[in-house]
């Protein structure tokens, strides 16, 4: 994976995976405020933003950035070189690539559940 690939990864599934859950939901899902997953606090001052076609993060508390940056502080990384290689390790490419938040419905066909099973077993070999 490399840092434009990163950048386009879904915060908000991002902090899901790691256990976090939005208090608030603003902007049509496009702006999501969470209690900091960096100390503990009763209102929350972090939050995403889906701006200029990727997520961003600010923690008035802190600081902010992209995924990227999220990783690195999160996990205590010091370089972009092992943020990427944790995103690499966690996350299927792919996986957390929807800008906002869908319904949870569709009129449109689904994908046979075979064909989708095979992709990933293809995809997990390259």
Not at 2 to 7: F, P, R, T
Not at 99 to 116: I, N, T, W
Request: hydrophobic content about 35%; overall charge neutral.
């Amino acid at each position: 994976m490399n840092s434009d690939q990163a950048k386009k990864l879904s915060l908000p599934d991002l902090l899901t995976k790691l256990g976090h859950s939005p208090v608030r939901v603003r902007k049509q899902g496009n702006e999501l405020w969470y209690c900091s997953p960096f100390r503990k606090e009763a209102e929350p001052s972090f939050h995403t933003s889906f701006i200029g076609g990727k997520w961003i993060w600010n923690d008035f508390g802190d600081q902010g950035g992209t995924v990227i940056d999220f990783v690195m502080r999160y996990e205590n990384l010091t370089s972009i070189k092992d943020a990427l290689a944790y995103l690499s390790d966690h996350f299927q490419p792919g996986l957390f690539s929807n800008p906002a938040p869908q319904p949870s419905f569709s009129f449109q066909q689904q994908p046979d559940r075979e064909a989708v099973e095979n992709f990933w077993k293809i995809a997990s070999l390259n």
